[in-house]
């Protein structure tokens, strides 16, 4: 909602419009979760090609999302150049196996041993784009009343959530990769200082014979209280 010009401090209003879906709310949501039940991580990747108009989209459905003051503090950098892949994925393999190597304690290497991770990091040349999010520390919109950002972790959650649904609604799968610490990224990808690394998206389609942890979601009556 942006201020009118002369007074760019009152919001204007307009009519809300509703989505109206044709079925029932229960039949509509249950469709959503089967759909996004659906979805999982994978870790190998196909080199076929996405559109870069599909990637736009992704990106569009992600800057939907809510955010604390409508501040709206993200980035997502799509890296498809093949050399700039390369250079990425050299520089999170250094880092990967300084914490496989060295920082990671015993405890969160069993963890990730459940998922099957490790220091090689192939996707991240194979995958023919990878989405790197940036949260940004500073608003950077022009014509910004200020450069203060609000809940930015929050924000930036969700808005991936959104982008990782609609990746997998349009038939594609990712991984949301945490290479840690994640600095690097700012450098090969020259962002400045006030946008800081969140997570690395590669997108794509899924390898022949992708293969995916046998994992399991939490019951509804493990993550759902009523009332008290
Ligand atoms: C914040 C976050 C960081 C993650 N980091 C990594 C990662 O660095 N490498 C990896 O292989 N998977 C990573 N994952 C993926 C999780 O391991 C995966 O989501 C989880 O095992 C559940 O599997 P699913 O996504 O197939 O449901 C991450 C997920 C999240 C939400």
Not at 86 to 108: D, G, H, L, S
Not at 213 to 222: E, N, T, V
Request: hydrophobic share 40%; glycine share 4%.
């Amino acid at each position: 909602m942006s201020g009118t010009p002369d007074n760019p401090c009152n919001p204007r209003f307009v009519p809300y419009e509703p989505y109206v879906t044709g079925e029932t709310p229960e039949t509509a949501a249950r469709r959503f979760y089967e759909i996004l039940d659906r979805r999982r991580t994978v870790r190998t990747f196909s080199d076929r090609p996405v559109s870069r108009e599909t990637i736009e989209n992704l990106i569009l459905a992600a800057g939907t999302a809510p955010s604390g003051a409508n501040k709206q503090p993200w980035r997502f950098v799509a890296v498809q150049d093949p050399a700039l892949k390369k250079e990425i994925r050299v520089a999170a393999e250094e880092e990967e196996r300084e914490f496989y190597f060295r920082r990671a304690n015993e405890r969160w290497l069993r963890d990730l041993a459940a998922v099957g991770t490790d220091e090689h990091k192939p996707f991240l040349e194979t995958a023919p784009w990878l989405v790197v999010v940036f949260k940004l520390m500073k608003d950077d919109a022009p014509g910004r009343l200020s450069d203060q950002v609000y809940y930015v972790n929050e924000s930036v959650g969700i808005a991936v959530g959104m982008f990782l649904a609609a990746a997998h609604v349009a038939g594609l799968v990712t991984l949301t990769h945490t290479p840690s610490p994640m600095k690097f990224l700012s450098k090969v990808l020259h962002r400045p200082a006030p946008e800081r690394p969140f997570l690395l998206i590669p997108v794509g389609y899924p390898a022949d014979g992708t293969m995916v942890p046998d994992i399991h979601r939490k019951p509804l009556d493990q993550i759902m209280v009523i009332d008290r």
